[in-house]
Structures are given as structure tokens and as C-alpha cells.
């Protein structure tokens, strides 16, 4: 069944912006065992699935929880010339450091997703040559800064093999 998450004035405002962040790790689990967590957390928010529909301003997604991700959702690359010192010395201007940690992968396709060909959310896991940096994006008008990092520590509790309860997502109030 096909549902709409309507979008508030300040969601239609921030459709033009992304929200990303990166986190350096020594350690990740396995590609696979973070694609099934993260497809579990997705069934819990499935409007980061859905596409986003000019026509009805609003994003368009299926109810059904996924049983695997879509192509593109959560992508796998290999940097092995890349080291976490080289993202983290301190010698290195910020904002260089910046540059290089969002050149590792590919950026969130916000033309895309206002296009309706792209979901809402992506992330990217880089193999480095002494580490892991996931990149996790998506379109800002389907996630404020709360909602995003609490979704990405949800997905850490699900890689550890906890469970979450789902923010409480009510667009009752909307207009």
C-alpha cells in the first residue's frame, strides 16, 4: 500500500539542503551484517525509502517493511591508499580534513531526490587502509538534526544486536 508523508513548511523549506555526517571507525562489522540492520531500521521509518513526488509535495512510499535494501541505499567502497591518520591529523587544515572525508564516496544525489529517483537516505561504508568511514546522508526535509543522529544510533544499536523502539513520528498536527 502506497502512503504519503506530508511534508510541513519547514520541510518544504529545507528541500534544497542535505544532511550528512561521517564517523571514523577501527572496527565495523561486516558490510552485510550492517545492510541487514540497516534494512531492519528502515522498516521502522519507511518514508526514507519512498520518493518524493513534486506533484503531490510529499514523499510517496511503501508500507510494506523491506526485506533487503534498494540498489543504492547503503553502498561499499575501498580507499585503501587512505588512512584514519590522514583524516584526523591534526597538522591538516579543517576544512581540507572536510573535503577529504566527503570525496571518499560519492554525495547524497539531491537533484535526484527532488527529481523523485532517489530515497531520502543514503549511506556509504569506505574500507580504508587502517579503518572504516561511513558516510550516512539524506535529504534534510525528511530528517532534522535530532531525528538523523538518533536514527544513526539506532542503527548502531541494531549492529550490536540490540533492539529500538522507533522515534514517534505523528504528522497529525500538519496542515
Not at 500500500?1 to 561486516?30: R, T, V, Y
Not at 518524493?52 to 540498489?71: D, G, H, K, M, R
Not at 560519492?106 to 580504508?128: E, Q, T, W
Request: proline letters at 5%.
Amino acid at each position: 500500500m502506497i502512503e504519503k508523508w506530508n511534508l510541513s513548511s519547514f520541510d518544504k523549506f529545507c528541500l534544497k539542503m542535505n544532511i550528512k555526517g561521517a564517523w571514523l571507525f577501527h572496527q565495523l562489522p561486516d558490510f552485510k551484517s550492517m545492510g541487514d540492520s540497516l534494512c531492519e531500521l528502515l522498516g521502522s521509518y519507511p518514508f526514507l525509502l519512498g520518493r518524493y513526488s513534486q506533484a503531490e509535495n510529499a514523499i510517496l512510499y511503501e508500507t510494506n517493511a523491506p526485506t533487503q535494501l534498494p540498489q543504492g541505499i547503503f553502498s561499499e567502497y575501498s580507499r585503501p591508499d587512505v588512512t584514519v591518520g590522514s583524516l584526523i591529523d591534526s597538522d591538516t587544515q579543517g576544512s581540507r580534513k572536510a573535503s577529504a572525508v566527503w570525496s571518499l564516496a560519492p554525495a547524497y544525489d539531491l537533484k535526484g531526490f527532488l527529481k523523485g529517483s532517489v530515497c531520502p537516505f543514503s549511506a556509504s561504508l569506505v574500507h580504508l587502509a587502517d579503518g572504516e568511514l561511513l558516510i550516512v546522508s539524506g535529504a534534510h526535509a525528511c530528517m532534522d538534526g535530532y531525528s538523523f543522529y538518533s536514527l544513526v544510533g539506532q542503527w548502531a544499536e541494531l549492529c550490536k544486536g540490540g533492539s529500538i523502539t522507533a522515534l514517534r513520528v505523528d504528522q497529525s498536527p500538519l496542515p
